[in-house]
């Protein structure tokens, strides 16, 4: 079973930072590749960022890149989504994503490479 807890969403004003985790087990963590997507209302799901198993490669969608980054913690196997320079157009429910990965250095882009979703968490960026 492969459980993705989600948490860190909230209010920000623009300009300002948020930080997301995606908590998993040990076994996920270390076999899975992981993305971050998110949802606006109205909107498609849309691709935020990637990074490979255990945190080799990263890979930013062009309106978030420079802006946001991923690392990891692997004694509390999460990951997280650092979101700088927040601007109202972040505003979304936000999700992580994870899906075994065969090859350590890959990651996946479409939301349709993933087979298992967090909750989500909703981030509100005030103008």
Known sequence: ??????????????????????????????????????????????????????????YFAEQVKGRFTISTDNTKNTWHLQMNSLRPEDTAVYYCAAQPAGIRGIYYT??????????GTQVTVSS
């Open 1 to 58: 079973q492969v459980q993705l807890t989600e948490s860190g969403g909230g209010l920000v004003q623009a300009g300002g930072s948020l930080r997301l985790s995606c908590a998993t087990s040990q076994r996920v963590f270390v076999n899975y590749a992981m993305g971050w997507f998110r949802q606006a209302p109205g909107k498609k799901r849309e691709f935020v960022a990637a990074v490979s198993r255990s945190g080799g490669n990263t």
């Open 110 to 119: 479409t939301a349709d490479e993933y087979n298992f979703w967090g909750q």
